[in-house]
């Protein structure tokens, strides 16, 4: 079985936490950070390693931040008895 | 990271070959200076996607207005021009006409359009000058702090309406593009929306569809976007997404409201 891994690049400088991507993100894989950046914003970050490289975050996001790389792996049946 | 306990290397999957998604090279490599959250910062995106997609950089000629997108052309990497209040449909006009083989556009909000620039549009789209207009709806006067625009829907409180906008003494809002639509010069007149990840990929085609439409000579093309305003709405950016879904949209239906009969 195919599985998809994707994986996201965020420019956190430019980030201004509007806070669209974490909403448009159908895996929860994204969250406002602890840290701020040069501007004062509370950037995001990524929290977990469900990205699939659905590229919604990058759509939604007003200032082009978030770059995405997507690959499929194939990976051996795993056989259950 | 780990996927179905395969290790996976992050520098296996960040490689060019596997890149879905980066940034449009034709919107130039410095921060906006836009609200977060703000729809004027996609609608800049995508649109600079399109003309990146169709490879038309060195063809296309964009007027700024005055509002929030004053400074438009320091982030598209395209020729720019900029015009006085609402004379952006009469500046493009001059610069189709001399240069007929140029796509040209114009990129202006609900107070440039609708209300000072009012009558150049609607004489543009009469004359069915060949360009594209970009119309920002967003239902308020950004840049100036909040006032009550044309657009401003019944009920809505901003700065010069502070019990709502009442049409008996404010009249109602503006419907732009239903008012053109019907004149014979205009080819294209669509509305759309930029609040959602599924409404940004519509919007991105919508914008395709109208250069192609120039391309082919067929008259004035108006993109309507309802867009958002978070400062001037006081909301954050989330809760001003949900306003233009359960408000504004219910009163600026999105979709196609006029469609050329192209020839094949």
New interface residues.
Partial sequence: MA?V???I?IDIE?C?????CI??CPEQTLALGKSLNHKG?QYVVKVN?NCT?C??C??????????????V?K?KQVETT | MAVDNVDVLVEDVVKPENLVYRRPSTLLDVELHYCPGCGHSTVHKIFMEVVEEMGIQNDIIGVAPVGCAVFAYNYMDVDMQQAAHGRACAVATGIKRMLPDKFVFTYQGDGDLAAIGGNETLHAANRGENFLVIFINNAVYGMTSGQMAPTTIEGMVTTTSPYGRDPKTMGWPLKFGELIAPLPGVAYVTRQAVNTVQNVRRTKKALQRALEYQKMGLGFCLVEIVSNCPSNWKMTPIESNNYVQNVLIPYYPLGDIKVPEVKK
């Fill in positions: 599985k891994v994707g994986e690049i430019r201004k936490a509007c806070e669209l909403q448009a914003y390693d490289g590229v919604n990058a759509i939604i996001c007003p200032d082009a931040v978030i770059t995405v790389y997507r690959k792996l990976t």
